[in-house]
Antibody, heavy 120, light 113 residues
Framework: QLQLQESGPGLIKPSETLSLTCTVS?????????WGWIRQPPGKGLEWIGN???????YYNPSLKSRVTISADTSKNQFSLKLTSVTAADTAVYHC?????????????WGQGTLVTVSS | DVVMTQSPDSLAVSLGERATINCKSS????????????LAWYQQKPGQPPTLLIS???TRESGVPDRFSGSGSGTDFTLTISSLQAEDVAVYYC?????????FGQGTRLEIK
């Protein structure tokens, strides 16, 4: 059974860089899927951040593109999210997830999520 | 971006009754060439990540009870729960994947009356 688990600091200061890692078990991130990040501000809806393909292709939400980097460490079966210059508006639960397939950008496996709070 | 608007924001339905959630997109999310509807539905229970229920507007995921069904095309879509069970209490989200960036509806909270 595929499992995804997010990890990283739960509290960061404004203007700092948010760094999260998603560890995948039960499957390989090099197996031909897209892997993505989706966030959810407390009590609010879902916002797609971006995704990547193991071959190196990355796609980002234009609203965040200037601040986001998604990368992978295939040796550890992990992928990461970096979001620079954070503000309180970036406070959210951050989920990593697997995109189902090449034909549709929807997500069938999700991590539990990790809450990141931006506060001084 | 395609704006997805769900209605109602919250819904209370009696056990065993039908629940209907609507999702409207600001532009069509259906592809005329292949008749595919690029619309998914998720269920999110408190403290849990979203769970994929339906893709392509009407294709149920494996293991999803058949009381859940999706319909619609173009800009108007519906998630129907034919006979509400206690375990269906959750927030439901629609998501379009016709146009990048993918976008989600604001969510509909479903409760027991």
């Amino acid at each position: 059974q595929l499992q995804l688990q997010e990890s990283g600091p739960g509290l960061i200061k404004p203007s700092e860089t948010l760094s999260l890692t998603c560890t995948v078990s039960g499957g390989s991130i090099s197996s031909g899927y897209f892997w993505g990040w989706i966030r959810q501000p407390p009590g609010k809806g879902l916002e797609w951040i971006g995704n990547f393909y193991y071959s190196g292709r990355t796609y980002y939400n234009p609203s965040l593109k200037s601040r986001v980097t998604i990368s992978a460490d295939t040796s550890k079966n992990q992928f990461s999210l970096k979001l620079t210059s954070v503000t309180a508006a970036d406070t959210a639960v951050y989920h990593c997830a697997r995109r189902r397939d090449d034909y549709g950008d929807y997500y069938d496996y999700w991590g539990q999520g990790t809450l990141v709070t931006v506060s001084s | 971006d395609v704006v997805m608007t769900q209605s109602p924001d919250s819904l209370a339905v009696s056990l065993g009754e039908r629940a209907t959630i609507n999702c409207k997109s600001s532009q069509s999310v259906s592809h005329s060439a292949n008749n595919n509807n690029y619309l998914a539905w998720y269920q999110q229970k408190p403290g849990q990540p979203p769970t994929l229920l339906i893709s392509w507007a009407s294709t149920r995921e494996s293991g999803v009870p058949d009381r859940f069904s999706g319909s619609g095309s173009g800009t108007d879509f519906t998630l129907t729960i034919s006979s509400l069970q206690a375990e269906d209490v959750a927030v439901y989200y629609c998501q379009q994947y016709y146009s990048a960036p993918i976008t989600f509806g604001q969510g509909t909270r479903l409760e027991i009356k």
